[in-house]
């Protein structure tokens, strides 16, 4: 299991198909933290084996974090988000597909995605762009 969950905690896709998921699917996720909406951001040979994907998770805490060069904010409605939130694009996580909710919630458009990869390169003083 992952570093964090508790052992008793009923992983999400348990005993669903596997995902195939695409870079900028938005699917819940079961993590440390609580279940949120998370980005793919892997690429899809990545995305179509059976262990990992790679996420950014969302977080409702705007306050200060919409300003950042390293979060991406949302709006309530858009690409299937049921609340205001920020993508947190320094906080790169590996998550086991078995974590993750058998359906995904929304996609993001070219235009978005690629905004959420620039955040994570300003984490590294990059310039990032999807492939």
Not at 20 to 37: K, M
Not at 52 to 72: D, E
């Given at each position: 299991?992952?570093?964090?969950?508790?052992?008793?905690?009923?992983?999400?896709?348990?005993?669903?198909p596997?995902?195939?998921?695409?870079?900028?699917?938005?699917?819940?996720?079961?993590?440390?933290?609580?279940?949120?909406?998370?980005?793919?951001?892997?690429?899809?040979?990545?995305?179509?084996?059976?262990t990992?994907?790679?996420?950014?998770?969302?977080?409702?805490?705007?306050?200060?974090r919409?300003?950042?060069?390293?979060?991406?904010?949302?709006q309530?409605?858009?690409?299937g988000l049921?609340?205001?939130?920020?993508?947190?694009?320094?906080?790169?996580?590996?998550?086991?597909?078995?974590?993750?909710?058998?359906?995904?919630?929304?996609?993001?458009?070219?235009?978005?995605?690629?905004?959420?990869?620039?955040?994570?390169?300003?984490?590294?003083?990059?310039?990032c762009?999807?492939?």
């Amino acid at each position: 299991m992952g570093r964090g969950w508790p052992q008793s905690r009923k992983r999400l896709g348990e005993g669903q198909p596997l995902l195939n998921l695409r870079p900028g699917e938005i699917v819940f996720a079961d993590t440390a933290y609580g279940r949120r909406p998370a980005i793919v951001v892997s690429r899809e040979p990545l995305n179509r084996g059976d262990t990992v994907v790679v996420v950014f998770c969302t977080t409702a805490k705007l306050s200060t974090r919409s300003s950042l060069p390293n979060c991406v904010a949302f709006q309530s409605g858009e690409f299937g988000l049921t609340k205001v939130c920020v993508a947190q694009c320094e906080t790169i996580q590996m998550i086991e597909k078995q974590y993750l909710a058998p359906q995904s919630i929304g996609m993001l458009d070219d235009q978005k995605l690629r905004e959420v990869i620039r955040a994570a390169g300003s984490v590294m003083n990059s310039e990032c762009e999807p492939a």
